[in-house]
C-alpha cells in the first residue's frame, strides 16, 4: 500500500513502505471502524493505469477493472484523521497487532509525514496498492 500524491510532480519524497499496513489490512480496519474512522482502504483509488498495473502483477478482474469509477481524490486531512487515530491507538495499546505493531506504527507515521507535506502544498492523494 502506497500514497500517490495529485498532480506530476508534488515537490516532496512521496515514498512510504506499506507492507506492515498490508500485511495487517484486516486487522486495520476492524480496528478503524471500531475506532470510529474511515478504514485505510476507503481511501484506495486507481486510474485505467494502476489497474492495468496490478491486472498484470496477477491481481484483480479484468471485468471487474472496467467498471471502476473515475479516480478519486482525497483530502490529506481525512487521512490523517485516521492515520493519527490509528497510531494513537496503537501506541497506547503496543500488543494490539502482536509483533507488527511496532512496524505498523513506524508506516502509519511515514503516512502522516507525507500527508502533512500534502497538506501544506494543498495537494490531494490517494492510496494506491501493488501486489508484488
Known amino acids: 500500500m502506497y500514497i500517490v500524491v495529485e498532480g506530476e510532480d508534488p515537490g516532496f519524497d512521496i515514498f512510504v513502505n506499506g507492507r506492515a499496513l498490508a500485511r495487517n489490512e484486516d486487522a486495520l480496519e476492524k480496528l478503524a471502524l471500531r475506532l470510529g474512522v474511515k478504514p485505510l482502504l476507503e481511501f484506495f483509488s486507481a486510474d485505467e493505469n494502476s489497474m ?20 478519486q481524490w482525497f483530502s490529506p486531512e481525512d487521512g490523517l484523521i485516521t492515520i493519527c487515530t490509528l497510531q494513537d491507538f496503537l501506541r497506547e495499546a503496543p500488543a494490539a ?3 507488527e505493531t511496532a512496524a505498523v506504527v ?14 501544506q502544498r494543498l495537494l490531494r492523494w490517494q492510496l494506491a496498492v501493488s501486489w508484488k
Open 106 to 119: 513506524s508506516e502509519l507515521e511515514e503516512y502522516e509525514r507525507v500527508l502533512r507535506k500534502t497538506a
Open 97 to 99: 497487532l502482536g509483533t
Open 52 to 71: 492495468a498495473l496490478l491486472l498484470e502483477e496477477g491481481a484483480g478482474d479484468p471485468e471487474w477493472a472496467r467498471t471502476l469509477p473515475p479516480p
